[in-house]
T-cell receptor, first 114, second 110 residues
């Protein structure tokens, strides 16, 4: 079982460029999340989705967009990359909102904006 | 908004020592998670609990709802336990979002 797969693992962008971080899960989970992790800080929620066609903003959504056309995929789009978006990005999924549902994380994408 | 504080931020121990990592939060929760982030960056869920105590191998997690506090204990620590341990809470009334602590970097020396 692959679980949650993120691509790419590393990327360097120039200021103003755009890119899409890919996330796919093969566990048929309805809930998917995008987080960013900055040095010395806790993970912060960017966007989340409760099912195909439904997305909602998290704590830090500015500068990002998402879509959820299928249950499996939840890509994160950066438009006009800025140095403040340099971070490690994690995608996660879970089967529901029950108290005991764990979130399964991908291995992360390390993104640098120069 | 829930605030999650972990202590200590960094912890170095000798192999075999008993380790305790603490997590405090500011408002009521429906569940608390302990996660482990490996040196390579991957994150795995260790425990989810809303009351009492859970044990898995050498790891024990406890929570005191009244005091808004949880602890993660590692018995007979081993160098392979070296990782960042993260506490995250799901606030009551917030069905979907977790609030994360900044993590505790644990290093176990042989």
């Amino acid at each position: 079982n692959a679980g949650v797969t993120q691509t790419p693992k590393f990327r360097i962008l120039k200021i103003g460029q755009s890119m899409t971080l890919q996330c796919a899960q093969d566990m048929n989970h309805n809930y998917m999340y995008w987080y960013r992790q900055d040095p010395g800080m806790g993970l912060k929620l960017i966007y989340y989705s409760v099912g195909a066609g439904i997305t909602d903003k998290g704590e830090v959504p500015n500068g990002y967009n998402v879509s959820r056309s299928t249950t499996e995929d939840f890509p994160l789009r950066l438009e006009l990359a800025a140095p403040s978006q340099t971070s490690v990005y994690f995608c996660a999924s879970s089967s529901g909102t029950g108290r005991y549902q764990p979130q399964h994380f991908g291995d992360g994408t390390r993104l640098s904006i120069l | 908004k829930n605030e999650v504080e972990q202590s200590p931020q960094n912890l170095t121990a000798q192999e075999g020592e008993f380790i305790t990592i603490n997590c405090s939060y500011s408002v009521g929760i429906s569940a608390l998670h302990w996660l482990q982030q490996h040196p390579g960056g991957g994150i795995v869920s260790l425990f989810m609990l809303s009351s009492g105590k859970k044990k898995h191998g050498r790891l024990i997690a406890t929570i005191n709802i009244q005091e808004k506090h949880s602890s993660l204990h590692i018995t007979a620590s081993h160098p392979r336990d070296s990782a960042v341990y993260i506490c995250a809470v799901r606030s009551s009334g917030s069905a979907r979002q977790l609030t994360f602590g900044s993590g505790t970097q644990l290093t176990v020396l042989p």
